[in-house]
């Protein structure tokens, strides 16, 4: 492991750097005077800007897109790619921005590596706000030190249909994890001077035809889920912008939906920053005036709509000029708010050891232990045999294709395979789980089984003393999976190994819930998602209890696709130009919230995840006052330390069923510890949204609240009796 690097910089960065320092008496350029607020540094550089600079501002410059469909800018060739890039106004002090995606690390290019954290389902398993703070903090640093202003992270659709492709970047189903999650993200991100969006706003559920896709839904179920997650993101992560999303909502492309932008964004939630638009996501003309700020990714759009046309339009009249100003305003007061001004990107070095680790400990705390039946797991390190199957557990670890980040010290291993878009080659990061075991157990004869041939498998797993099947399925962005199977005979493989040697362990590499026909025959199941760069280490830490697994499921897992709200793939076969829609009739019962209004079983319900502990809770108490709050002890029952995630469930509201998470905590318990854990409920989360009165709602009576282990494991329930409020 390289320690500290120093990254070389291009030259325009380095003159964007020093051309911005700040004129600490405000003199001549008042505007750089860092004492004073955002908003009035924000006014005072508009004031001295020319409509033709204002305008610069409003689109991305054109980028090529090089054979690999990845745009790179070509004044930062050799440099790491930028996704967008726009000039700022040199001559006032106002540095160019360059923008990167960072869902699971600084999107890289060859010989440009950088950290590859673990995927967005890994971090949402940890249930834990500080480590979404620290990822958040550590891609911020190395962003900082490419040369980046904005990080495309952030990413938190949502997940309504365990088939997106790319629910791997999000954070789960329930509105308070991912808004939690993605708002401490931001702040980390944000925290290093570079700013972060949220993204994609919104509904962008499905990437079935994304760019044709009409998501339907009720506006006030759409407040009380997706947009609660953004609003609650929002409010803690306070980032610079917003990205708004390739589909339409209701009828109005998202970039153009003036409901969604102009009253729910600017007007109900006071949002302060900018809308930039994804990539390829302005459609037409007079997006302006619905409320989108900046056209990003323009070589992907039919035209520069917020260049030429737009300054036509304003020298024309059609569009007032107070609109330019707001539309640069916003970008100005983030890029002062969140100090990319005063503390542009500057050579620095990274400690990329700390950041390794940081990767290390995400994965170890967000891989999920979904079974472990007669304590199979932790394997004893006296193991003699073990047969590693499948996977290319012998190379690495899945990962997410194009976005992932290129690691520090061994490149990814790209291994074509033939399809189209991002399905045309796998990703794999070498970060061998194969290695980590025999390192975990060096006495041990660890022999490795491609899995080919499910003969093969099980004539080594029967002469073995434990099996560890690697079942992996690649997904990645612009394409949903058809159904949530392993595919490539792996549902085989696992069913003849385990048949052979019935101490066979599961590992999934996955970016969603798998269907498990095999499940009754094998001994313990461990999700992994995609765990990063240190995925092979952190899973073997896990199989051999160096590490006491602690994630827990922030997606449920049914059993199979006849038990989701969809059962077939919505639009499956479509072509894919055409318009289609999708009626997300489920409203604001997504996920676990949909299967306990309909009473059906998942195989693995969201929030579950088990220990080698065992955690007690008691004394659980509910209190009304201005909020509600919840109390309750926690105990571990063990002898060895771990960590928990008692979870706090809405169950019934004013006599009626309605199931949410309101509250959760990860907590770490050394053994036989105990300790009291209080916490305060977001009213949000007990009202109902009244889209006619705009507002919300919480109906008089009486409320159940549960304290449980998952959605559908709940320990102890108490009732409340709440009074009528409404408020904004
Ligand atoms: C994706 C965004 C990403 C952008 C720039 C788009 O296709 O949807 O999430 O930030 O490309 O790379």
Redesign the pocket.
């Known amino acids: 492991m390289h320690i500290k690097r120093n990254f070389g910089f291009v030259a325009g960065l380095i003159i964007a750097g020093a051309a911005v320092a700040a004129d600490p008496d405000g003199g001549s350029r008042p505007w750089l005077n860092p004492t004073r607020s955002p908003d009035e540094r924000a006014n005072m550089t508009l004031a001295q800007m020319t409509l033709q600079e204002k305008i610069d501002f409003l689109h991305s410059s054109p980028v090529q897109p090089d054979n690999s469909g990845?745009?790179a800018a070509s004044s930062v060739a050799g440099a790491i790619r930028p996704?967008?890039r726009f000039p700022g106004v040199a001559r006032l002090g106002i540095p160019a921005l360059l923008?990167v995606?960072g869902?699971l690390g600084v999107?890289g290019a060859p010989g440009n590596p950088a950290t590859a954290m673990p995927s967005g389902l890994v971090l949402a398993s940890t249930f834990n706000p500080q480590l979404a703070f620290r990822k958040g903090a550590n891609v911020g640093a190395e962003a900082h030190a490419k040369g980046f202003d904005v990080l495309?992270g952030g990413?938190m659709n949502l997940t309504r249909d365990p088939r997106n492709g790319?629910n791997f970047?999000y954070l789960g189903e329930d509105p308070l994890l991912a808004g939690i999650l993605a708002g401490e993200e931001v702040r980390g991100t944000q925290s290093q001077h570079v700013i972060s969006?949220v993204?994609?706003f919104v509904l962008?559920a499905n990437e079935t035809n994304r760019f044709y896709l009409d998501a339907k839904i009720d506006k006030g179920a759409l407040r009380e889920s997706d947009l609660l997650s953004f609003q609650m993101a929002i409010e803690r992560g306070q980032p610079g912008a917003i990205?708004c999303?390739?589909n339409k909502v209701n009828a109005d492309y998202s970039c153009g939906n003036s409901w969604l932008l102009n009253e729910v964004l600017k007007r109900d939630w006071q949002y302060r920053g900018w809308v930039m638009s994804?990539?390829?996501?302005t459609y037409a003309q007079g997006y302006e005036m619905k409320g989108l700020d900046q056209q990003?990714?323009v070589n992907?759009d039919p035209e520069v709509w917020f260049g030429a046309p737009l300054k036509q339009a304003v020298e024309s009249g059609t569009v007032p000029a107070s609109r330019i100003d707001d539309m640069v305003r916003r970008i100005l007061r983030s890029m002062f708010a969140v100090g990319v001004v005063d503390h542009p990107p500057v050579p620095a070095s990274v400690d990329y050891q700390a950041h390794a680790d940081h990767a290390l400990e995400e994965a170890r705390e967000g891989i999920v232990l979904l079974k472990n039946q007669g304590s199979a797991l932790p394997l004893a390190p006296t193991v003699k045999r073990i047969a590693v199957i499948g996977g290319l557990a012998s190379l690495g670890v899945l990962s997410a294709g194009h976005?992932t980040a290129m690691p520090i010290d061994d490149p990814l291993v790209v291994v074509p395979v033939g399809g189209q878009g991002n399905l045309r080659s796998a990703s794999y990061i070498p970060s061998s789980p194969m290695a980590a075991i025999q390192k975990a157990a060096p006495n041990a004869t660890v022999l490795y089984e491609p899995g080919s041939f499910p003969e093969n498998a099980a004539a080594l797993a029967a002469a073995s003393d434990v099996a560890i099947v690697f079942a992996t399925r690649q997904e990645v962005?612009?394409a949903d999976i058809p159904n949530i199977k392993l595919p490539q005979g792996q549902d085989a493989l696992i069913d003849a190994v385990a048949t052979a040697n019935p101490n066979t362990i599961v590992v999934l590499e996955t970016g969603n819930p798998v269907a498990m026909p095999w499940l009754g025959k094998v001994s313990a199941v461990l999700s992994a998602w995609y765990p990063g760069q240190a995925g092979g280490q952190a899973i073997a830490d896990i199989l051999f209890g160096a590490v006491n697994p602690s994630g827990h499921l922030p997606i449920t897992f049914p059993v199979d696709d006849s038990q989701t709200m969809r059962p077939k793939l919505p639009n499956f076969g479509a072509d894919p130009k055409a318009y289609v829609s999708l009626d997300y009739s489920e409203g604001a019962d997504v996920g676990y919230r949909w299967y306990r209004r309909v009473g059906m079983k998942p195989l693995f319900a969201f929030g579950h995840g088990l220990s080698y502990s065992s955690f007690g809770y008691s004394n659980f108490s509910v209190m009304s006052g201005k909020d509600l709050s919840v109390s309750f002890d926690i105990k571990n029952e063990s002898s060895r330390s771990g960590a928990d995630v008692p979870q706090v469930y809405l169950i019934s509201a004013a006599g009626e069923p309605r199931v949410r998470l309101i509250g959760f905590q990860k907590i770490k318990l050394d053994a036989g510890e105990q300790r009291l854990v209080t916490l305060t409920v977001d009213r949000r989360l007990l009202a109902r949204f009244d889209e006619h009165a705009d507002r919300w709602r919480i109906a008089p009576g009486v409320y159940r609240i549960g304290l449980a282990r998952s959605a559908e494991d709940v320990v102890t329930t108490q009732e409340v009796r709440l009074q009528a409020a409404e408020f904004k």
């Open positions: 990845v745009p996704a967008g923008e995606d869902s999107g495309l990413g790319r970047e969006t993204k994609h962008n990205m999303a390739y994804d990539w390829g996501a990003s990714g992907r976005i962005q612009g």
